[in-house]
């Protein structure tokens, strides 16, 4: 029998029955991502970088700098190692900008493959554009708009929306490009940037979308915006803010001495001297193209790669209930009872929420698939540890208020209404979104309480809402499983849908 979480096990399914890892050799870092399966939603299970700047000065002498070489091939030396540790079934090795316009560059690929023992691709702009939009959708519900790769040597543009990517282009305005063609003067960049900008019409479709802003500059550049505005969430991940703000911000950073902004600790030395660039060209991006946002994905390049390889048909799931039914394999005392409480709620939600959406639908199911992750912990800490668990998992496809909202969900399936703690990020939720997490929370902790999480049960015990009042029924078998607790936890979900409740034996 599988073991929970591994292919075989309810639900989930992986091309792989162990890790799988990418080796993305960049312009500014090596850096050697393992992942548990190659699944739709694999969870990074190691990750690390070497900054080599393989991309310094590349534009001005048009080879790879020696001492980044060095630097390089030890990296991959030992990532060569830990691969072999990990028991790595499938390396994906991907060289980008540095490596494709450095003279030196096909004597270097030589050598990566012999030291790694795998093939290498060496990506063509618009190939790189592609995996990163790939990326961008396999990590994303449902994104809109135009994302941008920004990496030491090029930048990647490329179209997504409605699960399909455009046609991509890539621009030499990373930032040790950028750096060097500018002689390290911000004012010199600038034209430079405005000029590659304006030639680039597909800018202009992210008018009133999003900015999908990919690479570790961009990201350094959200988390010390994070920091500055006391976000209260220290994920990347599905980090969104407006463009205005954000471009002010980016014109603040072209200006401050990088070295006294909050959070600057959490930024390597050697990327800090990049961020001024950085914002540089995210600025004019976000300021030509009129977008209305900027949202951060951590999910690009390599993440396409391993998209890429997929199957249509898993391409085509969520990876969220994949992630999330992940976290059902390996935590629930019965697994199977997820799809009974799913199916449970989608009968009560029929009758309650005959307009649900979409949306609202897939995060109750979600709801319900980690519904058990906290089961082991203390009585008296399982609301606070189940609401924690989610705020920080490694879930993908998933926003910030989606994380809040399903946080304040677990936290009301062990503790009800009581909150002697409250849960963390409620302040990213409205106050009716807040009720609806509770009730939910509610709703899910009477039918613990009816199946005590087995399966087979709930589709014999059925809830519903009729003539103003939520009706619970128990067949006769079960009569003896009303008591003044499961009243007690009807009375608590009724209270947070303004209902009459009634439990019905038949």
Known sequence: MPRPGQPGAEGYRSLTKGPVAVIDIGSNSVRLVAYDLHSRAPVPMFNEKSLCGLGREVAVTGFLPQDGLEQAIAALKRFRVLCDLMRVEKLYVLATAAARRALNGPAFIAEVKDILRSDVTVLAGSEEARLAALGVLAGNHNPDGLAGD???????????????????????????????????????????????????????????????????????????????????????????????????????????????????????????PLIAYGALVLEHLLRMSGAARLAVSTSGVREGMLHSALPPDMQAEDPLLVGARAFSDLHARDPAHADDLIAWTDDFARTAFPNETPEARRIRHAACLISEIAWRANPDYRAEEASRMICYAALGAISHRERAFLASVQHARYEGLTENTPPPLRSLLSLREIDSARALGCLIRVAYN???????????????????????????????????RLIGRLKQTAKMLSLDFEVRLV
């Open 150 to 272: 920004l990496g030491g040597g090029s930048l990647e543009l490329i179209d997504v929306a409605q699960g399909q990517v455009g046609e991509g282009v890539s621009l030499e305005l990373g930032g040790l490009a950028l750096r060097d063609a500018a002689g390290k003067s911000l004012k010199k960049a600038g034209k430079i940037v405005l000029e590659a900008l304006s030639g680039v019409p597909i800018i202009r479709q992210a008018a009133g979308r999003d900015i999908i802003a990919i690479g570790g500059t961009w990201r350094a550049i959200a988390r010390l915006h994070m920091a500055k505005t006391g976000y209260p969430l220290n994920v990347l991940h599905g980090y969104v803010a407006d463009a205005r703000p954000i471009m002010e911000f980016c014109q603040d950073l072209q200006k401050v001495d990088i070295d006294t902004m909050p959070a600057i600790s959490e930024i390597s030395k050697e990327r800090r």
């Open 450 to 484: 009816i199946s005590a999480g087995q399966r087979g049960v709930l589709a014999k015990t059925p809830i519903s809402v009729e003539g103003g009042k939520i009706v619970q029924r128990l067949p006769d078998a079960f009569a003896d499983l009303s008591n003044e």
